[in-house]
């Protein structure tokens, strides 16, 4: 299993956690989160994850909100490690298929962009039917 953590700005990712609990519930037990305040240093949160990172065999995932942001570039310091990996523009779909999947062993980080990727879409009156007859109530 690897050791998802979830990094951003401000409150997100412990808002996005909270989210994914109520889905998955303690599936997502072992999550950790990392919320870059105002007047905090990301850099001193980076120091300490090497620490645990260096003396851990698990692989780490990383996702950030904002690839070029504060978080994501102290956090890019961390792939010197070997067993780091980081992804940008966390959504609720690509945590969900990484928690979920990480419960069997099984994540395949290339499949949870994909499913995040494919949740963002665009609907309006232009582009859906709506037929009420069909929807079941």
């Given at each position: 299993?690897?050791?998802?953590?979830?990094?951003?700005?401000?409150?997100?990712?412990?808002?996005?956690?909270?989210?994914?609990?109520?889905?998955?519930?303690?599936?997502?037990?072992?999550?950790?989160?990392?919320?870059?305040?105002?007047?905090?240093?990301?850099?001193?949160?980076?120091?300490?994850?090497?620490?645990?990172?260096?003396?851990?065999?698990?692989?780490?995932?990383?996702?950030?909100?904002?690839?070029?942001?504060?978080?994501?570039?102290?956090?890019?310091?961390?792939?010197?490690?070997?067993?780091?990996?980081?992804?940008?523009?966390?959504?609720?779909?690509?945590v969900l298929e990484l928690v979920?999947?990480?419960?069997?062993g099984c994540i395949d980080i290339?499949?949870?962009?994909?499913?995040?990727?494919?949740?963002?879409?665009?609907?309006?009156?232009?582009?859906?039917?709506?037929?009420?007859?069909?929807?079941?109530?």
């Amino acid at each position: 299993m690897a050791k998802i953590i979830l990094a951003s700005h401000g409150g997100l990712s412990a808002g996005m956690l909270d989210s994914v609990k109520m889905i998955v519930g303690e599936l997502a037990a072992d999550v950790e989160t990392y919320s870059l305040l105002p007047g905090r240093n990301p850099n001193e949160y980076v120091t300490e994850l090497k620490e645990k990172i260096s003396t851990s065999s698990e692989e780490f995932i990383i996702l950030c909100d904002i690839k070029g942001g504060s978080v994501y570039n102290a956090m890019i310091q961390l792939l010197d490690m070997g067993n780091v990996e980081i992804i940008s523009g966390m959504n609720m779909n690509i945590v969900l298929e990484l928690v979920i999947k990480n419960s069997s062993g099984c994540i395949d980080i290339d499949n949870a962009l994909k499913e995040g990727k494919e949740g963002i879409q665009l609907k309006n009156k232009d582009n859906v039917a709506v037929n009420t007859e069909d929807e079941d109530f």
